[in-house]
């Protein structure tokens, strides 16, 4: 059975850091595409950033471009998101997820399979 663990959510102040992690267990698949979805109250869910095996197929949402930088250590099948300089908008439920195949062009919540428990960043103004 698949297992995504996140981890590093918090409240920090606007222009502050945190990062994310997301372990995967329960699986060994020789392509795989990793990311992050947000949802605030209220709004749509959001596709933040995913990569693919290898770092092949990278993808960010043009609100977190130049802020945020998605990686990944096979070694510990965990990825990464360090998100710096955060605003307020960022705001949100941060869900880990995963799929054992390459990144979609423009990924959709449909074309995960499995997804993390969840993980809220707060940034305060």
Same mark, same amino acid.
């Given at each position: @059975?698949?297992? +995504?663990? *996140?981890? %590093?959510?918090?409240?920090? @102040?606007? %222009? ?5 992690? #997301? ?10 595409? *990793?990311?992050?979805?947000? @949802? $605030? ?10 990569? %693919?095996? *290898? ?6 949402? /043009? ?7 998605? !990686? ?8 990464? +998101?360090? =998100?710096?300089?955060?605003?307020? *908008? /960022?705001? $949100? =439920?941060?869900? #880990? ?5 390459? #990144?979609?062009?423009?990924?959709? !919540?449909? /074309? ?5 428990? %969840?993980? @809220? ?5």
């Amino acid at each position: @059975q698949v297992q +995504l663990v *996140e981890s %590093g959510g918090g409240s920090v @102040q606007a %222009g502050g850091s945190l990062r994310l992690s #997301c372990t995967a267990g329960g699986y060994t698949y020789s392509s795989v595409c *990793e990311g992050w979805f947000r @949802q $605030a109250p209220g709004k749509e869910r959001e596709g933040v950033a995913f990569i %693919g095996t *290898e770092g092949v197929g990278t993808y960010y949402a /043009d609100s977190v471009k130049g802020r945020f930088t998605i !990686s990944q250590d096979n070694t510990k099948n965990t990825a990464y +998101l360090q =998100m710096n300089s955060l605003k307020p *908008e /960022d705001t $949100a =439920m941060y869900y #880990c997820v995963a799929r054992p195949l390459r #990144c979609p062009r423009i990924p959709g !919540s449909a /074309d995960f399979a499995h997804w993390g428990q %969840g993980t @809220q960043v707060t940034v305060s103004s």
